[in-house]
């Protein structure tokens, strides 16, 4: 028994069975810091959508793009058809004229949304289940949503729900913040600040009294967010060049890290790896930054 421990768990994008290390190992809490939310099949869209885009390779772009119509045969429960070279072509200028994933994805046939649907809330029940098990021995589980969790990847552009993960998971019984959120513990304050809210740039006058007060009575001050507030310290890592929309989702986070000014955060959302994944110092700043990498289960004493 991990007894005084918590555990913090990185964007699972479904693959909610990652999580039996933790029913082996139980520990106090567990901070989930967003994108829970995901499949097999979504993630393996959203994967070859990118090596179609960031691949230098002509064959690599080609073979990219055959798994990826493959695999939409499947959503559709048909046997693809040979594609001529002409097509190939075709269906490539398609592709690529969709600047990023979710307009891609908000595109895709009806029946393909369905079954995709299908296939995320299957993840979600494991994680339900999951929270059920943990709960009863005892484990307090936290979570934020992610961008995943609040519009899924085919909903994102219109902003409209194929299913409300919110109210799915609360439906299970997962406490999960679409909103700021405020636990309070001994010596420890821990500020709960899920994407959407944080996008926005602001913190209500409220949550900052409050937390003003519980460092003057001289308690931790932990932060957990999705977005990362600096991602310079992602790009050598991360193959991907920073797009201007996650430049100012990264923005708006720094800027609500500035007004909690926490002695700690913990975010996810950038899936590479860093070398150096524990404690980032940043700026001038008493700020420990902790990221937390895709589907990564980190224990803290
Ligand atoms: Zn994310």
Redesign the pocket.
Known sequence: MFAGKEAVVG?LHGFAKELNKLVAKPVEEVFFV??MTGSVELNKLKTLFNQVHDSVNKAEKLNALSRLKKLESDLLGEKMKPMGEREKDSEMSKLLEYKRHSLYMGGLPQDVKDNLVIGVKQELDKLIEWNIKVSSLGTRVYMIT???DEYLPFDFEVKKRSVDIVKYLRGGGVNIYDNYGIIEEEKKIVLMAP?GVVNDGLVNQNILNKINLEKSRGSRVMMIT??PPNMRIHEENNHRKTSSEMEEQSAAANKVLFQVKPDELVY??VHTRLENDNFVSYRDTEINMVYCAYREIKLRV
């Open positions: 964007d967003g994108d992610g961008n995943w994407y999705h977005v996810g959302h």
